[in-house]
């Protein structure tokens, strides 16, 4: 953030339109990129092409310099600096990197071309070249598009140097499968994706890349998403074609990544589009962004470029420009304003599964007044909003974010892009299922269907891992620990959530005071197997409505040394993987 006030000062008064949209996709939870030329960024003359890729974007992508001719121009040596610049600049600004291409037909050096290299060398040559790019940013670069361009729209493998001409000597898919295992065990971290155009919508090639990507989930291939390049003109092919593509790819738990925006209009001789083009080339933009959000796992939105200025496509295809956000001042298009309106206008999308208690991470239904975390939730604050009092109670609207058990809003811990914690609102008791829904800047999610429980014990521990020691304190409020361990015959003051129904009518998001509410039903403990007294089973003094405290006796019989403790109430126990350090 630092680094992004710096970078501006320099330009005084100059008309940024205060990165609307790079907020917007902050919150939605994706990376809104664009492709960028390093002597660009380079230039002092023109600092507003810096400027403009590190306000307004969070994730950038070398349009050239990670290529193999221009990052392994000879056989024995490599040229890193232009990557680097585009590497160190978007660190410097807080950006993200994609890494674009390793293995394509295109952009290769004549040494590598004109090398008659027999398929042995040629597999030697690129697995030594994947080892030495991908293994070099390592942690700097999150995703590569790791082959390009491999199918024809025919649906049939390209031929290439790599595939068939000789090739690195597997045939199909196999050596692309070859190529991500090579980058995977580079950077096993890094997300490795396929990557092609004329493979949005349902056609051969699309197909064809499916069902390679079907296959390579199925046999654990490191696979991670497909690459849409998305090189659209004013017409773009079927919407609803684009729709049921992105869909089928992420329902194979894949990413979808749109890689390489941009809707090319004709122009008149001075690059100039009519305002009736720049008008439905902003609708194209507002409708495919809009698809994306539709998916959870469609997690990028790039453009070929930063402004009309330097576009790829008045030399590659004659009598066309204007295709990207901005034009050739830098000045946002009506397209930026369309794909604003999208992101403005998306429902978040949240799914039940996401669902866990924040004590345990177990999932598959809730009780009343358990604290929960939802995860996955792509739309929120994109900063950390702690609790907040409001009348007395914790708040259940956090920076416009809420929780909706039916209608009625959860009491909310904290909140930020992907992640919300509330305590579910008591009014949830008695019924078998609820209705959830998350809500951000009043546009509401879909609404999911989760299972009610009587009650979901679970107990906090000391790192929040929901597993392992868990919080609990000796009568005197010191952390039980290997030096100071539970006393037998001693009590136990031990914090966990998920009770259940409770006594004197709790009030959602009240902070538990005198009378302090119980838990109604039966509750029993065990520590390392054998029955301890529960000596109070009831409202955290202070806490939210929902935060629970056990004081429970330690039995003479429990064996010492790390033991598990579980709470059960009524026909539900707590997870056996919380542990109690006995004396
Ligand atoms: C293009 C660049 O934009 C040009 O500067 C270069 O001269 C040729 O390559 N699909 C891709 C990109 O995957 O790498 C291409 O980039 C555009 C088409």
């Avoid at 799914?351 to 996955?376: D, F, K, R, W």
């Avoid at 001693?490 to 959602?508: C, E, K, R, S």
Wanted: hydrophobic residues 40%; charged residues 15%.
């Amino acid at each position: 953030m630092m680094f992004r006030l710096l970078l501006l000062l320099p330009l005084g008064l100059l008309a940024l339109q205060g990165q609307d949209l790079r907020l917007l996709c902050e919150q939605r939870g994706i990376k809104l990129g664009a492709a960028a030329d390093p002597t660009r960024i380079l230039d002092t003359k023109e600092i507003v092409y810096a400027a403009t890729l590190g306000w307004e974007f969070n994730q950038i992508e070398p349009e050239n310099a990670m290529k193999f001719g221009p990052i392994h121009p000879s056989q024995a040596s490599y040229s890193f600096g232009p990557a680097d610049t585009i590497v160190n600049f978007s660190n410097a600004v807080g950006q993200v990197v994609r890494g674009h291409t390793l293995v394509w037909h295109s952009q290769n050096p004549d040494w590598l071309t004109k090398g008659n290299f027999s398929s042995k060398e040629l597999s030697d040559i690129l697995q030594s070249h994947i080892n030495t790019v991908v293994g070099r940013y390592a942690g700097r670069v999150y995703a590569w598009d790791v082959v390009n361009e491999a199918f024809n729209d025919n649906g049939t493998i390209r031929s290439t140097i790599w595939s068939d001409s000789p090739g690195i000597g597997l045939t199909g898919t196999a050596y692309i499968e070859q190529a991500l295992r090579w980058a995977n065990s580079a950077d096993p971290k890094a997300l490795l994706f396929y990557n092609d155009y004329s493979a949005e919508g349902m056609n051969a090639k699309s197909n064809a890349v499916y069902a390679m990507a079907k296959d390579f989930v199925t046999r654990k291939v490191p696979l991670h998403g497909i690459g849409l390049q998305m090189h659209l003109t004013l017409t773009p092919g079927s919407l609803a074609d684009i729709d049921t593509n992105i869909k089928r790819i992420t329902d194979l738990g894949l990413q979808v990544h749109f890689t390489e925006l941009d809707v090319r209009l004709p122009v008149d001789s001075s690059g100039n589009a009519t305002a009736a083009a720049l008008a439905t080339q902003a609708q194209i933009y507002h409708d495919v962004v809009a698809i994306c959000l539709k998916y959870p796992l469609c997690t990028a939105i790039q453009t070929w470029g930063v402004t009309d200025k330097y576009s790829w496509i008045p030399s590659v295809f004659p009598g066309f420009g204007a295709a990207l956000l901005f034009d050739t001042s830098y000045k946002p298009k009506p397209a930026y304003n369309s794909f604003r309106d999208a992101l403005a206008q998306a429902a978040p999308v949240i799914s039940a599964s996401g669902l866990v208690s924040a004590a345990s991470y177990e999932g598959n239904g809730v009780a009343p007044g358990e604290i929960v975390v939802l995860y996955g939730n792509t739309f929120g604050p994109s900063i950390l909003q702690l609790p907040q009092l409001d009348g007395g109670k914790v708040s259940s609207n956090l920076s416009s974010a809420r929780l909706l058990f039916d209608g009625v809003p959860a009491p909310l811990i904290y909140a930020r892009v992907g992640q919300v914690s509330a305590v579910v609102p008591f009014a949830v008791e008695g019924k078998t299922t609820t209705q959830m829904q998350y809500e951000y800047q009043g546009v509401k999610s879909n609404a999911v269907t989760v299972p009610v429980l009587a009650s979901k014990p679970a107990i906090f521990t000391l790192d929040t891992s929901g597993t392992g020691a868990g919080a609990i304190l000796d009568p005197n409020y010191q952390v039980i620990t290997a030096s100071n361990p539970a006393r037998k015959g001693g009590v136990i003051l031990v914090f966990g959530t998920g009770g259940g129904a409770m006594t004197d009518n709790p009030q959602d998001g009240a902070l538990a005071g005198v009378p302090l509410p119980q838990i109604r039903d039966t509750v029993s403990a065990t520590i390392g197997g054998v029955d301890c007294k529960v000596l109070y089973k009831g409202a955290l003094p202070g806490g939210v409505l929902g935060a629970l405290q056990f004081n429970i006796e330690v039995a003479a019989g429990v064996p010492s040394g790390v033991r598990p403790i579980v709470i059960t109430i009524g026909n539900k126990s707590s997870p056996s993987a919380v542990t109690v350090v006995v004396e």
